[in-house]
């Protein structure tokens, strides 16, 4: 079956038709088409057609190259903007159009449920949804836990904890005498994870400390802690619950200790895509490694400006390992591992990326962030804005003097009040922006104008107070958590009525209800 490819991709899909299974090289030639190379092969393939081919329209040439990468370990390194759920989503449908992969056997995981959800969405457009799986870490392991527990365990699956912080307080006040209060109990809780994400059991903790200094919360020894840690768990198996951490531990326990589980789960896992995974901790890369087992078809997407920042608990080392090792994909043999840049960004305008750039540029190094900031990690203009003078980056230091008592002004107070005169002035001054629908200059809008914080929960309202001080209008969303919310609780409620209908303190909360809320 005839087909064409765009000017410097030849050696890419060289590599491919010959690792694909019963394809067919035959000689090149080089034809002319309306000025543009083409490289024409003839070739035998299962299922290369337009329609594979329509799946790249779109892509510019880096995401193109990273779309059709489908064979061994790849990493794709894509800078803020640069397409990259777009072009991880064209790659898994593109590979599974040319028959590369089975969509039944084809995994992509990332880190939260929307980000899933948005993958999964963009497949179904692409006609891929319905076979291949878009998952978090949790799910898709929950999902394998529920399908195998039979198989391994005669009782039953342990539920998910709904609420492991009593569980914390509860062992807490067994084990110490110490003053239970919600900080010591969070801050407990807290160490807890970070102590199963860091694969760190109870019994090593204490020469973890000594070895790192590190000192457990709420004024406990380590060994004091270590019991409180062994309590939890006992109390959890005492519950049959689990928490969320347990999920992907006893996923990778039953991997490693059982060759059948290990068979039955990596048998749907032939072909794994892992998004933002700069943020891979070493209890989630523990099961990368236990999915995939001799299998080397992964492909890691991730940002390396985001590595620096820890988010999730992550360990950049993991990502900066493959990224300072893995040789470019032009540069690499057929089978090894490779990495490809997508650098340009297509969200924002020169101004940022140069200012961006320039602040990386000098502060980032190996010494501090662990990776050097060199041109292929600069970002490069993608985006087509109307050119302004009026345009610019600007970064403000605050130099705060040194108060004590009640003369002394909060960090977030002074912060606060400086953005919130900066935007008046912009509005005042009708500051030009680029309007989304005419694409023209126009004067600045309170609506217009989005404030990004660091920590919303302990910030907000601190510019809340300083907004409105100057006769400026804001919303903000809260930060309660899911659970907590009055639809999920009287749902949960209405879920342990139907478990046990005996039990009052559930009643009361439904009857306490109203009854127009429960009919939303």
């Given at each position: 079956?005839?087909?064409?490819?765009s000017?410097?991709?030849?050696d890419?899909y060289?590599?491919?038709l010959k690792?694909n299974?019963?394809a067919?090289?035959h000689?090149f030639?080089?034809n002319?088409a309306?000025?543009?190379r083409?490289v024409?092969?003839?070739a035998?393939?299962?299922h290369?057609d337009?329609t594979?081919?329509?799946i790249l329209?779109?892509?510019d040439?880096?995401q193109r190259?990273?779309?059709?990468?489908v064979r061994?370990?790849v990493?794709?390194?894509?800078g803020a903007g640069a397409?990259?759920t777009?072009?991880?989503?064209?790659r898994?449908a593109?590979?599974?159009?040319?028959?590369a992969?089975?969509p039944?056997?084809?995994?992509?995981v990332t880190?939260?449920v929307k980000?899933?959800?948005?993958?999964r969405n963009r497949?179904?457009?692409?006609d891929?949804a319905s076979?291949?799986?878009?998952a978090?870490?949790?799910s898709a392991?929950?999902?394998?836990l529920?399908?195998?527990?039979?198989?391994v365990c005669e009782?039953?699956?342990?539920?998910?904890?709904r609420?492991?912080?009593?569980?914390v307080?509860?062992?807490?006040r067994?084990?110490?005498t110490?003053?239970?209060?919600d900080?010591?109990?969070?801050?407990?809780?807290?160490?807890?994870?970070?102590?199963?994400?860091s694969?760190?059991?109870?019994e090593?903790?204490?020469?973890v400390?000594?070895?790192?200094?590190?000192?457990?919360?709420?004024?406990l020894e380590?060994?004091q802690f270590?019991?409180?840690?062994?309590?939890y768990e006992?109390?959890k198996?005492?519950?049959?619950?689990?928490?969320f951490?347990?999920i992907l531990?006893?996923?990778c326990?039953?991997?490693?200790?059982?060759?059948?589980?290990?068979a039955?789960?990596?048998?749907?896992?032939t072909?794994?895509?892992?998004?933002?995974?700069?943020?891979?901790?070493?209890l989630?890369h523990?099961?990368l490694?236990?999915?995939?087992g001799?299998?080397?078809?992964?492909c890691?997407?991730g940002?390396d400006d985001?590595?620096?920042?820890?988010?999730?608990?992550?360990d950049p080392r993991i990502?900066l390992?493959?990224?300072?090792t893995?040789?470019?994909?032009?540069d690499?043999e057929?089978?090894?591992?490779?990495k490809?840049?997508?650098?340009?960004?297509f969200?924002?305008?020169?101004?940022?990326?140069?200012a961006?750039?320039?602040?990386f540029?000098?502060?980032l190094?190996?010494?501090m962030?662990?990776l050097d900031?060199?041109?292929?990690?600069m970002?490069?203009?993608?985006?087509?804005?109307v050119?302004s003078?009026a345009?610019?980056?600007e970064f403000h230091l605050?130099d705060?003097?040194t108060q004590?008592?009640e003369?002394?002004?909060?960090a977030?107070e002074?912060?606060?009040?400086?953005?919130?005169d900066y935007i008046s002035?912009?509005l005042t001054?009708?500051?030009p922006?680029q309007d989304?629908?005419t694409k023209?200059?126009r004067?600045?809008?309170e609506?217009d104008?989005?404030?990004?914080?660091?920590?919303?929960?302990?910030?907000?309202l601190d510019?809340?107070?300083a907004?409105?001080s100057?006769?400026?209008?804001?919303?903000a969303?809260?930060d309660?958590?899911?659970y907590?919310?009055?639809e999920v609780?009287?749902?949960?409620a209405?879920l342990e009525?139907?478990?046990?209908?005996?039990?009052d303190?559930?009643l009361i909360s439904?009857?306490?209800?109203?009854?127009d809320?429960?009919d939303e």
């Amino acid at each position: 079956r005839d087909f064409c490819l765009s000017r410097g991709l030849g050696d890419v899909y060289k590599r491919q038709l010959k690792a694909n299974k019963g394809a067919t090289c035959h000689e090149f030639t080089v034809n002319r088409a309306d000025g543009v190379r083409l490289v024409t092969q003839s070739a035998t393939m299962e299922h290369m057609d337009a329609t594979a081919e329509a799946i790249l329209d779109g892509l510019d040439d880096a995401q193109r190259m990273a779309a059709t990468a489908v064979r061994g370990p790849v990493r794709i390194i894509a800078g803020a903007g640069a397409g990259k759920t777009r072009t991880v989503t064209r790659r898994i449908a593109y590979a599974c159009a040319t028959k590369a992969w089975d969509p039944r056997a084809t995994l992509a995981v990332t880190f939260s449920v929307k980000a899933a959800a948005e993958m999964r969405n963009r497949l179904s457009q692409l006609d891929v949804a319905s076979d291949v799986k878009a998952a978090t870490f949790h799910s898709a392991a929950l999902h394998q836990l529920r399908r195998i527990w039979p198989d391994v365990c005669e009782g039953p699956m342990p539920f998910i904890s709904r609420n492991p912080r009593e569980i914390v307080e509860h062992s807490l006040r067994r084990v110490t005498t110490q003053q239970v209060d919600d900080d010591t109990v969070r801050n407990l809780q807290a160490e807890i994870n970070w102590c199963k994400i860091s694969l760190i059991a109870p019994e090593d903790y204490e020469r973890v400390c000594a070895a790192i200094h590190h000192q457990p919360p709420a004024g406990l020894e380590p060994s004091q802690f270590v019991d409180v840690y062994k309590a939890y768990e006992t109390e959890k198996t005492n519950r049959n619950e689990i928490d969320f951490d347990d999920i992907l531990l006893i996923t990778c326990h039953l991997i490693e200790s059982d060759e059948d589980v290990a068979a039955s789960i990596r048998s749907g896992i032939t072909w794994l895509t892992v998004d933002e995974y700069q943020d891979v901790s070493p209890l989630q890369h523990r099961l990368l490694t236990r999915w995939l087992g001799d299998n080397r078809n992964i492909c890691v997407v991730g940002d390396d400006d985001q590595s620096i920042y820890r988010f999730r608990l992550a360990d950049p080392r993991i990502f900066l390992q493959h990224y300072n090792t893995w040789p470019p994909l032009e540069d690499a043999e057929e089978h090894d591992s490779a990495k490809l840049l997508l650098s340009r960004n297509f969200r924002s305008r020169k101004e940022v990326l140069d200012a961006t750039n320039f602040i990386f540029c000098n502060i980032l190094s190996e010494e501090m962030g662990e990776l050097d900031y060199g041109a292929d990690e600069m970002l490069r203009l993608g985006a087509n804005y109307v050119e302004s003078s009026a345009c610019g980056a600007e970064f403000h230091l605050l130099d705060l003097p040194t108060q004590t008592g009640e003369q002394r002004v909060r960090a977030s107070e002074a912060e606060a009040a400086f953005v919130a005169d900066y935007i008046s002035n912009m509005l005042t001054s009708e500051f030009p922006i680029q309007d989304d629908k005419t694409k023209e200059l126009r004067p600045v809008c309170e609506e217009d104008i989005v404030i990004l914080m660091r920590s919303p929960s302990t910030r907000l309202l601190d510019y809340r107070r300083a907004l409105e001080s100057r006769g400026l209008h804001c919303a903000a969303e809260s930060d309660g958590g899911f659970y907590e919310t009055m639809e999920v609780a009287v749902t949960f409620a209405l879920l342990e009525i139907l478990d046990n209908p005996r039990q009052d303190v559930p009643l009361i909360s439904c009857l306490l209800y109203t009854s127009d809320a429960a009919d939303e």
